[in-house]
């Protein structure tokens, strides 16, 4: 106990045992209470403690004095390395319980079945860990093929997406065949019921020019009747004949320019049909179709309407293309000049145009296209952007072999009439390679 409470240390040392206030004075068992309300009175209240105090209070204590045993240097010399068996004291003999054996008896108790539950524990403890390893080795193998399956997810979702546009793209085309298909037939069998009619036409006024011949046949036989009178009917019949013969053959006429005006459409629809199939396409006014075909398939400008590939060391040829222009206008109209219009980089250098590899390429070109002929016209790309002159690759970045340049650009054609029809918007693509 600490030194610094000498009240109590002097009480103890006056009083003895009796300052002890724990003994029952039945059982002469000590008990020992924390945190304990009770209230024992001391004699001087009548009790039998000898001063009040909380019971369990003042448990446990002891008094005892300190002894300084004196030893002589000299004999501690003589005792080093020596096995003295005399001072090792005999085994103390057992403590007498100082609680009820039967309460020892049921703490052992409990203690040892709390070890065994412990070890129960400890082996319910390792059981789980291993469920954990083993199903954390699962969960692992679940993620991996989770992952795996999310891959194949992602691949056959770019396969159906390019399936998909590849359908979108079949349906627009065959929705515009469909179209055209059935424009076509609609046409067709009206121009047919056309001249059915006017065959029809033909055929009625053949019939009265037959009728025509018997009644002058008739006339004719009736002569027996009189000078006069006959002279005076065939005059008339003659005057009926050369009318009759006039109107029939105006009407001859006017059926035979509506035939040649049925075949002149029936022709242009036929050219019209042999340009689809030609891979032409229809222009802005649906009345002249155009192509553009590329020299070359193998580059980085495949999916470009015109492309073109040329290097630093290795200047290539600026023709890249061929422009076919078909000229189907129903009025008859000729094309007497085609211009291009580019957009995008490389505007100092044209960089598409029409001419030869002489310098930079020309807007327009001069043709004479007739109805229902077809031209082509050569299409260049500026000789002059190859070369070490500028423009010139990428040279920040070492490991960049090549730079793309790209664009669009739209094709007008221009009729002897004033009026112009011209292309959808096409693209075009240059790739500058370091060698």
Known sequence: ????????????????????VSQDTTSKSHTFISDSKTIVLGEEDGGNAPY???????????????????????????????????????????????????????L?????????????????????????????????????????????????????????????????????????????????????AQVEGLVAQKDVLRQELLSLRKIVSGLEGQIEAGVDSLRAQTDMAKAQREAAAAAAEAQRLALQNQQEALESQL?????????????????????????????????????????WTTSVDNIKAGKAGVLTIQNLKDSGAKITQVSISVSGGLNSYGPLGFGSDNGKPRTTQTVTINKGSKTEVPLYFNKKIGGRNKPEPDKSNFLNDATNYQGNFTITAKYDDGTTTKTPTLTWLIRKNKR
Do not use: C
């Open 267 to 307: 022709a242009g629809q036929a050219a019209e049909t042999q340009a689809a199939a030609a891979g032409l396409s229809p222009m802005s006014d649906n009345q002249s179709y155009y192509g553009v075909k590329k020299l070359g398939s193998d580059g980085p400008w495949n999916d470009r309407d015109m492309g």
């Open 108 to 192: 052992e108790n409990k203690f040892q079945q709390a070890l065994t539950d412990l070890e129960n524990a400890q082996q319910r403890i390792l059981q789980l860990e291993g469920q954990v390893a083993q199903l954390t080795a699962e969960l692992q193998a679940t993620r991996v093929e989770n992952d795996s399956l999310k891959i194949q997810k992602a691949i056959v979702d770019n396969q159906f997406q390019q399936s998909t546009e590849r359908y979108k793209e079949s349906i627009s085309k065959l929705g515009t065949a469909i179209i055209k298909a059935t424009k076509e037939a609609n046409e067709r069998v009206r121009l047919n």
């Open 1 to 20: 106990m600490s030194l610094d409470n000498r009240f109590r240390i002097g009480e103890l040392t006056q009083s003895g045992s009796r300052a002890v």
């Open 52 to 106: 009040t105090h909380v019971k369990g209070d003042r448990d446990g204590e002891l008094t005892a004095y300190v002894e300084k045993p004196a030893y002589k240097e000299d004999q501690l010399k003589k005792a080093v390395d020596t096995v003295i068996d005399e001072l090792v004291l005999p085994p103390k003999k057992d403590q007498p319980d100082v609680v009820p054996r039967e309460v020892y008896d049921e």
